[in-house]
């Protein structure tokens, strides 16, 4: 009986880090999703006021690099790789001041994240 009993309290502590662990992932990058997400899809509007969206690229790159460790518990290499690369693209694209590949990178990063996003979400569906 004592033996069942540590089995059934092992079980609750791995699904509760378990569940925790993914719900901490998900809202990461739920919270980078919407500062991608809040970057203008039009060069011009880069134009306008490029400090102000450099910051706001800058604050997406930190965010990135400050997630990026946890992730690679629990996500594949190659959908990291690939959101990588869109950030690393997206900062460097903006401080060329090529604003085109800033809208092409913007674009690869939200669907790179909703990628992401789809592989930690829980549900029956990411188990079955």
Known sequence: MKSVRIAIILLILILIFSLSESFLVTAHLKRM???????PSEPYVYETDHESY?????????????????????????????????????????????????????AQLLD???????????????VF
Do not use: Q
């Not at 999703?33 to 970057?39: E, G, H, V, Y």
């Not at 790179?112 to 990411?126: G, N, Q």
């Open 33 to 39: 999703f919407r500062s991608a997400a809040a970057l």
């Open 54 to 106: 450099k910051e706001s690229i800058e604050a997406l790159r930190r965010l990135w690099e400050k997630g990026f460790p946890y992730l690679t518990y629990v996500s594949g290499y190659s959908a990291l790789n690939r959101a990588d690369e869109a950030v690393v693209t997206l900062c460097v694209a903006y401080d060329c001041k090529n604003y085109d590949d800033s809208i092409l990178a913007r």
């Open 112 to 126: 790179a994240l909703r990628r992401l996003l789809e592989l930690e979400r829980v549900s029956l569906s990411s």
